[in-house]
């Protein structure tokens, strides 16, 4: 086991992975930038050591000031959370050259997987769903108009280093066609520095649900069932839940079984996700693979009991899994509280948290880095807690949250709270009836400030 695991990150999954290694008796080291001096991470590791200013590339994804952190420090082990370094090739061959474990997917399997194109196509060569579209990179577009004829409208224009709905356009009639190829390179080579595009059919009133696995490094892997993470806004998940409300045991079965198959058709190792669509006569397709551990994870941890980041350690430390599949034995919500202005388009709202009361009691869980006096830095994500609730039915978990929501106290910024509690008052979200595309019709006015 290693005995001092540097974490390559910032804010509330810095502290998160601090907890469990601090159970496994394993030392830590906090890397910040100058921004984040005062974040509780620093203060809650063995070590700590400033790499840089402010902005994420003189300091959280500058490689060479993480990698002379770990040295100086000694660590035998880099947990890089989610974001910044988490799924960078690059850098998990870097820790390798250095001899230090990369807590995560190899360089191999990040390329493999962090290229939409060609993990479509190695899923598809292993039997998994897939949805119907392009082989590969278009390589012009009368192409992709020819490919789209056939398959018929409406299809969807996907930049293969996408990420966050940048670099996708809709299409729903040949007229429209060049307009929105050119916008989505344009999009794409400024955003990724890649315009490559693919086509997929579009998938109408999708559902956008995740199977969490386990690979070890014999090659065996495990699911955890399913993330419900349809309710979303432009691409960015506010909600999460397990079990998803649409999907039956029938369902779950077949899709953490494709799930298992393309984790282990690649031979995937540590923590990660198969992510599907999921139309609304329940047929799934592959969507793309998420090579780290994700956001959302805590509610997985609570219907199943099972601590996600200690197995993603133990399987990095080179010990199996048990193999066993896991389902979930509660319900789990996650509401992301987000530092910005849901009344206002949500738009950013860093500066000083003057007052902060956290809610708690049975099947409350916040996993956040803020405390009263904390001033929240422009610089990065605007995310600053994770409200998760369980309980014994989806509905035992709506009530629970709307409590936990009204007894959460942010005082000095604006959050996405009036959001949520918005949000959970609404009787079709209460129904369990929504997709993707649910907040596109949703009414913001109701929100109260």
Not at 154 to 178: D, H, Y
């Amino acid at each position: 086991m290693f005995k001092k695991i540097l974490i390559a990150n910032r804010g509330e999954i810095a502290l998160r992975i601090i907890r469990t290694c601090k159970e496994m008796g394993i030392k830590t080291v906090a890397v910040y930038s100058t921004a984040d001096k005062d974040s509780l991470h620093v203060r809650f590791a063995d070590e700590a050591v400033c790499i840089g200013a402010a902005p994420s590339r003189e300091s959280y994804l500058n490689i060479p000031r993480v990698i002379a952190a770990a040295e100086i420090t000694n660590a035998d082990a880099i947990h890089p959370g989610y974001g910044f370094l988490s799924e960078n090739a690059e850098f998990s061959k870097i820790c390798e050259e250095y001899n230090i474990k990369f807590i995560g997917a190899s360089s191999e399997m990040i390329n493999k997987m962090g290229d939409k194109a060609t993990a479509k196509a190695t899923m598809k060569a292993a039997g998994v769903p897939t949805i119907p579209g392009s082989e590969g990179l278009l390589d012009s577009i009368e192409q992709g108009i020819k490919i789209a004829n056939e398959m018929g409208y409406p299809v969807i224009l996907k930049a293969t280093a996408g990420g966050g709905g940048r670099g996708m356009r809709i299409v729903r009639e040949e007229s429209g066609f060049k307009k929105a190829w050119d916008d989505a390179r344009q999009e794409s080579g400024a955003a990724f520095g890649n315009d490559g595009l693919y086509l997929e059919k579009f998938v109408e009133e999708p559902r956008h649900i995740e199977i969490q696995i386990v690979g070890d490094s014999t090659g065996k892997a495990c699911h955890l069932s399913e993330r419900d993470c349809s309710i979303q806004r432009r691409h960015q998940k506010l909600v999460e839940e397990t079990p998803s409300p649409f999907i039956t045991d029938e369902l779950r079965d077949a899709m953490g079984k494709a799930a298992i198959k393309g984790a282990e058709a690649i031979g995937y190792e540590g923590a990660g996700t198969i992510e599907f669509l999921v139309d609304k006569h329940r047929n799934f397709y592959f969507m793309e693979m998420n090579t780290r551990i994700q956001v959302e994870h805590p509610i997985t941890e609570e219907v199943t009991d099972y601590d996600l980041i200690k197995e993603q350690i133990k399987v990095a430390a080179g010990i199996p899994i048990s193999g066993q599949n896991y389902y979930p034995k509660l319900y789990a919500m996650e509401c992301r509280i987000n530092a910005e202005d849901p009344t206002n388009g949500f738009r950013p709202s860093p500066g000083k948290i003057n007052n902060l009361h956290l809610p708690g009691g049975r099947g409350v869980r916040v996993d956040s880095h803020v405390y009263a006096g904390y001033i929240i830095p422009p610089n990065y994500d605007s995310m600053i807690a994770k409200l998760i609730v369980s309980g014994q039915s989806r509905e035992e978990v709506i009530v629970r949250m709307k409590r936990a929501l009204e007894e959460f106290v942010i005082d000095g910024i604006k959050t996405t709270i009036p959001f949520h509690i918005a949000l959970l008052e609404d009787e079709q979200f209460k129904a369990g009836n929504f997709t993707t595309k649910f907040l596109e019709t949703f009414d913001f006015s109701i929100i109260k400030g």
